[in-house]
C-alpha cells in the first residue's frame, strides 16, 4: 500500500487547527503517521532539550531510546545538522544506535520551529530494508513544516 501523503496531510491538518502545545502537536503527527502506513514500524520525536541532547518525545510502537546526543546515531545526525536523514540499511550507518533491534531502515526528519530553529527530529523506523524514499522524505518533511513552522 502506497501512502496517501494528501489525505495524511489534509487530516493532520485537520486535527492539529489552532493547537499551539507541541507535545500534543508531536503526539497527533506520531500517531497519524504511524498508523498510515505498515512499513512505519516506530513512529516518534526527540525534543532537543538541551544544548546537543535529544530525549524522547510522543511516539508509536516499541521502547525508543531515551536520551540520544547529537553525536550519536542517525537522529543526532539530523539534529546536529539540520539535515534530513535516509537510510537504507541501519547497519552501514557510522554510530546508529540500535534502540529496537527489528529496525532495518530509518527516516529522519529535523523539526523547525518558526524560528528555524531545530527543536526536534522526527524519527521512523522500518524492520524493512531499504523501506524509505525521497518521496517520503519530502512529503513528510511538508506536513511537518505545516505543523510546526508556526510556532
Keep these: 500500500m502506497m501512502i496517501d501523503y494528501g489525505a495524511l496531510a489534509k487530516t493532520i491538518a485537520a486535527l492539529t487547527e489552532g493547537e499551539t502545545d507541541e507535545i500534543a502537536l508531536m503526539a497527533t503527527v506520531a500517531c497519524e503517521v504511524h498508523h498510515s502506513d505498515a512499513r512505519f514500524?516506530?513512529?516518534?520525536?526527540?525534543?532537543?532539550?538541551?544544548?546537543?541532547?535529544?530525549?524522547?518525545?510522543?511516539?508509536?510502537?516499541?521502547?525508543?531510546?531515551?536520551?540520544?546526543?547529537?553525536?550519536?546515531?542517525?537522529?543526532?545526525?539530523?539534529?546536529?545538522?539540520?539535515?534530513?536523514?535516509?537510510?537504507?540499511?541501519?547497519?552501514?550507518f557510522p554510530g546508529h544506535?540500535?534502540?529496537?533491534?527489528?529496525?532495518?531502515?530509518?527516516?529522519?526528519?529535523?523539526?523547525?520551529?518558526?524560528?528555524?530553529?531545530?527543536?526536534?527530529?522526527f524519527d521512523i523506523d522500518s524492520d524493512q530494508p531499504d523501506a524509505f524514499d525521497e518521496k517520503d522524505a519530502e512529503k513528510l518533511g511538508e506536513i511537518l513544516t505545516s505543523v510546526f513552522s508556526q510556532y
Design 41 to 92: 514500524d516506530w513512529t516518534g520525536f526527540y525534543r532537543v532539550t538541551a544544548p546537543g541532547l535529544l530525549k524522547i518525545g510522543p511516539y508509536q510502537g516499541g521502547h525508543g531510546c531515551l536520551v540520544i546526543p547529537f553525536d550519536r546515531g542517525v537522529c543526532g545526525a539530523a539534529a546536529r545538522t539540520g539535515e534530513v536523514q535516509l537510510v537504507a540499511d541501519v547497519d552501514a
Design 97 to 121: 544506535i540500535a534502540c529496537a533491534s527489528s529496525t532495518r531502515s530509518e527516516l529522519v526528519l529535523p523539526v523547525r520551529n518558526a524560528a528555524g530553529e531545530v527543536i526536534a527530529v
